[in-house]
């Protein structure tokens, strides 16, 4: 059984910041990549930014220059330091794990249940 747990999304105002974290646990061998995604009412799931094992980043447009994902890999925490938050930033952030549960497994994806960030204007 593999778990995501994500904390830290809530309310915030234009212009302020949020730092949201996830922490993988369960029967893991090792976690290739972890991201971050979100969904906004109506809309699809999008990736916001993601981050290998050896700290290779790559971000959404319109994720760059604003939000920073990092990683604690002893941890098997990932975090995403969102700044400058506009009210389009709006949605639930979900994280996401690509990773092996043995040796021998292959890569499988695995999703945190979700924490709803608001910005208001």
């Known amino acids: 059984q593999v778990q995501l747990v994500e904390s830290g999304g809530g309310l915030v105002q234009a212009g302020g910041s949020l730092r949201l974290s996830c922490t993988a646990s369960?029967?893991?061998?090792?976690?290739?990549?972890m991201g971050w995604y979100r969904q906004a009412p109506g809309m699809q799931r999008e990736l916001v930014a993601v981050?290998?094992?050896?700290?290779?980043?790559d971000y959404a447009d319109s994720a760059k220059g604003r939000f920073t994902i990092s990683r604690d890999n002893a941890k098997n925490t990932v975090y995403l330091q969102m700044n400058s938050l506009k009210p389009e930033d709006t949605a639930v952030y979900y994280c996401?794990?690509?990773?092996?549960?043995?040796?021998?497994?292959?890569?499988?994806?695995?999703w945190g249940q979700g924490t709803q960030v608001t910005v208001s204007s």
């Open positions: 996401n794990a690509l990773l092996k549960r043995t040796a021998w497994s292959s890569l499988n994806a695995y």
């Open positions: 369960g029967s893991i061998f090792s976690i290739n990549v």
């Open positions: 981050i290998t094992s050896a700290g290779s980043t």
